[in-house]
C-alpha cells in the first residue's frame, strides 16, 4: 500500500524522470555523480546543472502561480532581456587606476542598478497583470505584446548594442561561491522558501488556487481576483527580472536581442513537466523546481553524450508532446480503458 | 449617439486599420518625395508575400477559436528541406514543392488531432511542433544552404510587369492569389462558415450537427499548408534555407491577424482584413526605411504598441456589445 501511495504522489514521475536521465548520464559519464572541492568551491556535473537551471528554475516559479491562476506569460524571456540592459547600463563600469591600484568604477552603486532593474521588471510584470485582470484581455495575447516589444524596448536601453560590463563585484552573483555552493542557488532557495511560505502557511496558496479553478465562484466567496491576478503577474516579472541579473552577470553583458531568448518556453514547459496542469488550478511549486532540473539534465545528458546540441529541441517537443498526453484525460482514460479490457480477459 | 447607429462593431476594426493603413502611407508620401510611387505599394506585397501567406492561414485558426505558435518554425523547416534537396540532391522544383507542402500539411494534422482528439491546449501543442520542425532544420544543417539551382534564381528574379515602371514578382502573385482563396473559403464555402461558427460558439455548432471535429482538425491542416507556402516564397525571395529563418514569424502573423479586425476569441474577423495588417507591418517598415535615423528596434515597439491598441479596442467593442444586452 505504501508503494502505491508513493507511486500515487504527484511529484512521483517528476522525480521518477529526474532519476532516470541522471542515471543515464552516469551510464554514459562515471564520474557524473563526483563532487571535487577546488579553492573552497565545490565542482562537478551536479553542481554545475543546478547552477545553470538557476535563471529557468526563478521564472519557472514566477510562472507556476501565472499558470496556476489560469492564465500564462509569454513575455518573461523578454523581461529577463530589459532587466538585463538596465542593469548593464547603469553599471556598466570602467578599469580605473587609482594611485597605482586597479579599480573598478560603477556608473552608478550596484545595489541601485539591480534594484532599478528589479523594479523595471515589477513594471512589466504589473503591465500584463493590469492587462489581464483590469482590460480583461486572453492572458497570451496579454503578454505577447510585451513580448514583441519587450525586446525593442530592451534595445532602445542598450542602444543596439551589446553592453559589456566591467565592473567585477556584479559578476559574484551568476559566477561566484558563497560557502562552496554557487551564489545564484541560494537566490533560487529564497524565492522558493519564500513561495513556499506564502502558499503553504497562508491563505494565498488557497486562493491562487480557487482563482484558477473557478473565478467566478473565487469571487463570489471573496477573493479579490482581479488584484490577486494582478499581482501574481507583478510577481512573475520580479522572477524574470532576478533572473536578468544572474544571466547578466553570467555573462558579463547585456544582449537584448539574444538574452532570455526561448525562457518563457522553457519555463512553460518546466511548469508543466513539474505536474502543474496548464488549465490552472493545482500546482506544485517543488514540481516546478523539479521540472527545470528535468530540463537542465536532460541539455546535459545531450550535450555528454555527444549528440549535436541542435537536437536539443527535437527531444524537448517530443517531451512536450509526451507530458501533455500523459496529462490529458481523454488519453488516460483511452489508456485506463484498454489496460481494464485486457484485465478482463485474464 | 445617433451616430453609434451606424458603426458595426463587426468592422469597425477593419475601418480603423484601413483609415490608419491611409494615414500611415499618406504621411510618407507627404514626408518623402519617392514614397508616392506604385512600385513601393507594390514592394508592399513583394517583400511581406510570405507573411501575407501565413497570416491568411493564421487568421482562420484564430477565426476557429485557436491558435498556431509553429508556423514560423514551419516556415524555417521548408526553406531547409527545399534548400537541401535541390542543393544536396539536385531534386526538381516539381517534386520539392508538393513534397514541402505535404509536411506542412502533416505537422498541422499532427496539431489538430492532437487537439481535437486528445483536447490539449492548442498553443501547448503548437508550441511542441514549433520546437520540432525548428530541431529538425538544425538535423538537415545547422548552416545557412544557398540555393544556386538556374530555375529558382531564374523564378526569384522573374517580375511580371504592372504598367510602366512597377512590376511584381512571383511570390507577391502567389501571395494574392492565396488571399482571394482565403477569402473565398471564408466566405463563400459551407467549411469557412462552419469555422465561424466553431468560432463563435462551438459547443452550439456541435448541436447544430457541422462537421465539428473534422473543421477543427483541417483548420490546423490548412495552417500547415499555409506556412509551407510561406515557406516556399521565403525560400525564393531569400534564395537560401536556414534554420534561423523566421524566427518570431508567428508573432508577427498573429499580429496581421489582429490588426486585421480578427477578434481573438473566434468566430469574428474578416480574411481581407489580414491583408490590411499585412500592409500596415510593411508601411511600418518602410516608413522607417525611408526615414534612415530611426533604428530597426522602433519597428517592433511600434508594432507591440499596434497589437496593444488594437485588443483595447476589441476588448471595449465586446463590453459595450455586451452592455447592450
Redesign the interface.
Known sequence: MNIQACLRHRLFWPCATLLLLCLINFAFNPNFFDIEIKNGALYGSVIDILNRAAPVMLVALGMTLVIATRGIDVSVGATVAISGAVVAVMIGGTLAIQDGVQTYVANYPMPLAMLVAVLVALLCGLWNGALVSGVGMQPIIATLILMVAGRGVAQLITEGQIVTIYYEPFFFIGNGFLFGIPFSLYIVAAVLGLLLVLTQKTALGLFIQAVGLNPTSARFSGISARALVLWVYGFCGVTAGIAGLIVTSNVKSADGNNAGLGMELDAILAVALGGTSLDGGRFSLMGTVIGALIIQTLTYAIYSLGVPPEVNLVVKAVVVFTVCLIQSEKFRSMMFTSKQRVEDKS | MKAMRYINPRTLPLVVTTALFILLFGFGAVSYDAFLSPQVFVNLIIDNGFLLVVAVGMTFVILAGG?DLSVGSVVALSTMVTAALVQHHHWSIWAITPLVLIIGCAFGLLHGV?IQ?????P???T??????A???C??IS?DSISITDPTYTALSEYRLPLGAETAISLSGVIAIVTLLVGVYIAHYTRFGRTVYAIGGNERSALLMGLPVARTKILVYVLSGFCSALGGILVTLYMLSGY?LHAI?FE?DA??AA?IGGTL??GGVGFVAGTLVGVMILGVIQSLIAFDGSL???????A???L??LF??LQ?LLE?SKLGKK
Not at chain 2, 482528439?117 to 491546449?121: A, E, G, I
Not at chain 2, 508550441?127 to 520540432?132: D, E, Q
Not at chain 2, 533604428?295 to 515597439?301: E, L, N, P, V
Open positions: 491558435i492532437l482528439v486528445f483536447r490539449m491546449q498553443f501547448i501543442v508550441l511542441g511542433g514549433m520546437f520540432l525548428r530541431g529538425l538544425y538535423l545547422i534554420g518570431g508573432m498573429i499580429a489582429v481573438l476569441t533604428s530597426s528596434w522602433w519597428t517592433r515597439i508594432i507591440g504598441f497589437l496593444f485588443c483595447l476588448r463590453r
